[in-house]
């Protein structure tokens, strides 16, 4: 029911920012849970960040908490993770997932989004 494209990949420094994005080529993620995922070469898809239909509810995985900000344009049509003091363990290709829900409760297992974007390559130098 919606078609999702992440952009703004790309190699950073350890330290550095970057901001990806991923919109919905078609469809509309308004009522839709949204949540991006990242899996690194040899290694399984591991939940990041999640965000509710609202953008009033957010939750992140450990490894991420306090450097990386989940965030959603209703209107744009777009959700974003903005990713600050990046590390070299960063470094995947980053996923962006959508359920559709109007609750409140962030999904944290990839299994239970049924769309999904194709994927952005994020590196992070030392």
């Known amino acids: 029911q919606v078609q999702l494209v992440e952009t703004g990949g790309g190699l950073v420094q350890a330290g550095g920012s970057l901001r990806v994005s991923c919109a919905a080529s078609?469809?509309?993620?308004?009522?839709?849970?949204m949540a991006w995922f990242r899996q690194a070469p040899g290694k399984e898809r591991d939940f990041v960040a999640g965000?509710?239909?609202?953008?009033?509810?957010?939750y992140y995985a450990d490894s991420v908490k306090g450097r990386f900000t989940i965030s959603r344009s209703n209107t744009k049509n777009t959700v974003y993770l903005q990713m600050n003091s990046l590390k070299p363990e960063d470094t995947a290709v980053y996923y962006c997932a959508a359920d559709y829900s109007l609750g409140t409760a962030v999904a944290l297992m990839a299994y239970e989004y049924p769309y999904w974007g194709q994927g952005t390559q994020v590196t992070v130098s030392s």
């Open positions: 965000i509710s239909w609202s953008g009033r509810n957010t």
């Open positions: 078609k469809g509309s993620v308004s009522t839709y849970r």
